[in-house]
């Protein structure tokens, strides 16, 4: 199965996260979103609670995500809702893509958070193959990035 995996990472929390992913998947390819400007802590926690998206730079011509059979798009949560960035990502990259898989980071201890995969379902269209929601600086996120890739795993 040919798997592109793309994050939005502010703190390098995500990222980390991304990559071990891509690290475990065999041929998968990892791209990072960007932005022309750092998007600051304030600026995205409003943007996210307005709904806004941020401004992206375009992805490499290389990459369409309507290539690949599955799309794993990673971003944090802020104020309850995917980031601006991934937001942008998935309004701009969803039309066409075959099928999608979530990845939402947060530091809230309080769990997961449903509206941000309902959002992320919303833009794209689809309901996603499989969802991971982590605090990445949990006792047991490794053991939940390595239960996610085997649920990814068996997809192809």
Same mark, same amino acid.
């Given at each position: 199965?040919?798997?592109?995996?793309?994050?939005?990472?502010?703190?390098?929390?995500?990222?980390?996260?991304?990559?071990?992913?891509?690290?475990?998947?065999?041929?998968?390819?990892?791209?990072?979103?960007?932005?022309?400007?750092?998007?600051?802590?304030?600026?995205?926690?409003?943007?996210?609670?307005?709904?806004?998206? =941020?401004?992206?730079?375009?992805? &490499?011509?290389? /990459?369409?995500?309507? %290539? *690949?059979?599955?799309?794993?798009?990673?971003?944090?949560?802020?104020?309850?809702?995917?980031?601006?960035?991934?937001? =942008?990502?998935?309004?701009?990259? &969803?039309?066409? /893509?075959?099928?999608? %898989? *979530?990845?939402?980071?947060?530091?809230?201890?309080?769990?997961?958070?449903?509206?941000?995969?309902?959002?992320?379902?919303?833009?794209?269209?689809?309901?996603?193959?499989?969802?991971?929601?982590?605090?990445?600086?949990?006792?047991?996120?490794?053991?939940?990035?390595?239960?996610?890739?085997?649920?990814?795993?068996?997809?192809?």
């Amino acid at each position: 199965m040919k798997i592109l995996i793309a994050f939005y990472s502010r703190t390098m929390r995500t990222e980390r996260v991304a990559q071990q992913i891509n690290n475990a998947l065999e041929g998968s390819t990892l791209i990072k979103i960007r932005t022309p400007k750092r998007v600051g802590f304030l600026r995205g926690i409003m943007d996210s609670i307005k709904v806004r998206d =941020a401004e992206i730079d375009p992805i &490499s011509s290389a /990459v369409d995500p309507r %290539a *690949f059979d599955l799309v794993i798009a990673c971003g944090p949560v802020w104020a309850s809702h995917i980031s601006s960035p991934m937001r =942008a990502f998935l309004r701009k990259h &969803s039309q066409g /893509v075959r099928a999608f %898989a *979530f990845v939402e980071t947060h530091g809230a201890s309080k769990g997961d958070f449903p509206e941000v995969f309902k959002e992320m379902g919303e833009l794209t269209g689809q309901t996603p193959a499989a969802t991971l929601s982590l605090m990445p600086t949990a006792p047991d996120s490794g053991d939940q990035v390595n239960a996610f890739i085997e649920e990814i795993r068996k997809l192809g």
